[in-house]
């Protein structure tokens, strides 16, 4: 940990969550990921020895607890209240980066399984009305297949095909798909440019928008883009048409 040797309230806060990967950690936190493993999930490119590190660091300045599982389960941590009152300042970080930092994705940044997991945090299990919906993803110049599998009592990003009959498949983009899911881009709209295609009963087809609550971040994205759109327009050259009187 980097100790700025400041006495002051920014510094001090800046010793505890400025460490990089942090404040991801704090934000899968904050969306109720509790396991160790679910955790790594979410941080793929981070290695569980730093986890470990970063996690046994903020459980000692009181921003999470430690709860010990029974035999067999996993342990499983938890913000406290100071943990909690966090969510705030994510939610500005996540403002601030809509609206002076988020541009076009990177090639890097486009992981399909990383997508696929935060689908499947913010599945609306109510909206579907089925036992088991099977979704199956073919993101272009991608060869690998991914699939969701949607049960009332369980979720699983699937690496391979889970063995049940497909209701939707889904061949999209990956760019694009990213940029549906943080709300840069309306699934119609890539619907329209054909940068994302549905195969499924037409039911499932017109609902599947629904069954998820999308990134939590797409509200924020939305206002910033429409916010640039505003400003571009309004620095338009006027180019003005002299008439000649006659």
């Given amino acids: 940990m980097h100790l700025y040797g400041q006495y002051c309230p920014v510094a001090r806060a800046a010793e505890i969550l400025a460490d990089r990967w942090t404040v991801l950690i704090v934000r899968e936190l904050l969306a109720?990921?509790?396991?160790?493993?679910?955790?790594?999930?979410?941080?793929?490119?981070?290695?569980?020895?730093?986890?470990?590190?970063?996690l046994r660091r903020l459980e000692r300045f009181r921003v999470l607890e430690r709860r010990i599982a029974s035999r067999g389960k996993q342990a499983e941590y938890r913000l406290t209240a100071a943990g909690r009152e966090l969510q705030p300042i994510?939610?500005?970080?996540?403002?601030?980066?809509?609206?002076?930092?988020?541009?076009?994705?990177?090639?890097?940044?486009?992981?399909?399984?990383?997508?696929?997991?935060?689908?499947?945090?913010?599945?609306?299990?109510?909206?579907?009305?089925k036992r088991r919906v099977v979704i199956q993803f073919d993101f272009r110049?991608?060869?690998?297949?991914?699939?969701?599998?949607?049960?009332?009592?369980?979720?699983?990003?699937?690496?391979?095909d889970p063995g049940f009959d497909i209701d939707v498949i889904v061949s999209a983009d990956i760019g694009a798909f990213y940029q549906v899911w943080l709300g840069r881009m309306s699934f119609s709209e890539a619907l329209c440019k054909e940068l994302v295609r549905l195969d499924a009963a037409p039911a499932d087809a017109r609902s599947f928008p629904g069954w998820?609550?999308?990134?939590?971040?797409?509200?924020?994205?939305?206002?910033?883009?429409?916010?640039r759109r505003v400003a571009a327009k309004k620095s338009l050259p006027v180019t003005r048409i002299m008439l000649r009187a006659g």
């Fill in 32 to 54: 109720d990921v509790g396991h160790f493993n679910e955790l790594q999930r979410g941080l793929p490119h981070m290695s569980r020895t730093l986890l470990a590190e970063r």
């Fill in 90 to 129: 994510i939610d500005q970080f996540g403002e601030w980066g809509a609206r002076w930092a988020f541009g076009d994705p990177r090639p890097s940044e486009l992981d399909p399984i990383i997508l696929l997991w935060w689908m499947r945090r913010r599945v609306c299990i109510e909206a579907i009305g």
């Fill in 141 to 160: 110049r991608l060869r690998q297949g991914y699939w969701l599998l949607i049960e009332r009592r369980d979720i699983s990003v699937c690496l391979k």
């Fill in 212 to 227: 998820f609550a999308w990134s939590p971040m797409a509200n924020a994205v939305r206002r910033a883009f429409a916010d």
